[in-house]
């Protein structure tokens, strides 16, 4: 929820002029040795998901593996239909969330 907050207000004050650049990790063997990557997926498709919601909907509640809102919440930015989110990685995850919910997407140099 902080997320959703911090990046709507800054969203506000620069008058629709931001983005949102979220990573998973950007290469495929990055997480893997911890056993992370399956974890982290998910949890960036969900926090994707919740942000996409707060941003567009009236009254979001949220009850999901890594977020969870208990009551009504309206976060709304500048930007009508939210803030652009752009998803950096080379996994196929990356790309997959960048079809299905995000903006843009940003190859990791």
């Known amino acids: 929820m902080s997320l959703a ?3 709507t207000n800054l969203d506000i004050l620069s008058h629709g002029w931001l983005n949102l650049g ?12 911890e056993g992370r990557r399956s974890r982290i997926g998910v ?25 969870h809102l208990e009551r009504p919440t309206d976060v709304r930015p500048f930007q009508e239909g939210g803030i652009p989110l752009i998803v950096a990685g080379v996994t196929s995850l990356a790309v997959n969330l960048t079809a299905t ?8 140099s």
Request: avoid cysteine.
């Open 5 to 7: 907050t911090e990046t």
């Open 101 to 108: 919910l995000a903006y843009g997407w940003v190859h990791p």
């Open 22 to 33: 979220l990573s998973q990790h950007s290469w495929p063997d990055e997480g893997v040795s």
């Open 43 to 67: 949890r960036l498709k969900e926090t994707i998901t919740l942000l996409n919601r707060l941003w567009s909907e009236d009254e979001v509640s949220f009850k999901g593996n890594h977020h």
